[in-house]
Nanobody, 127 residues
């Protein structure tokens, strides 16, 4: 079974940067998009960034636009999330996810559209 493993989370001060990585144990046949979601305590899971596997077209939630960058290394089966100008409200557990469905990046990103999930990596931003 394909597994997604996130890494790169940590604790930073506001204004800092982090780079999250998500490695797939193998290519998931039919992958259409990959995305990063986050969930803070007491809040719903939020899709923050996504990328189409083929076209590399990307989507960003308004809350992270201009600060986060998603990228994909097909050869390494790895998706990255570069986060800069971090704010305390970015504090959350960050998950990567894979979808084989069409229109998987139709905004807003919808968690039920994604079939495969990692375990998450914690990002904590202090003021």
């Amino acid at each position: 079974q394909v597994q997604l493993v996130e890494s790169g989370g940590g604790s930073v001060q506001a204004g800092g940067s982090l780079r999250l990585s998500c490695v797939a144990s193998e290519y998931t046949y039919g992958t259409n998009c990959l995305a990063w979601f986050r969930q803070a305590p007491g809040k719903e899971r939020e899709g923050v960034a996504g990328i189409y596997h083929g076209s590399k077209r990307v989507y960003y939630a308004d809350s992270v636009k201009g600060r986060f960058t998603i990228s994909l290394d097909n050869d390494e089966n790895t998706v990255y999330l570069e986060m800069s100008s971090l704010k305390p409200e970015d504090t959350a557990l960050y998950y990567c996810a894979v979808s084989t469905r069409g229109a998987c990046l139709r905004p807003p990103l919808s968690a039920p559209m994604f079939e495969l999930w990692g375990q998450g990596t914690q990002v904590t931003v202090s003021s």
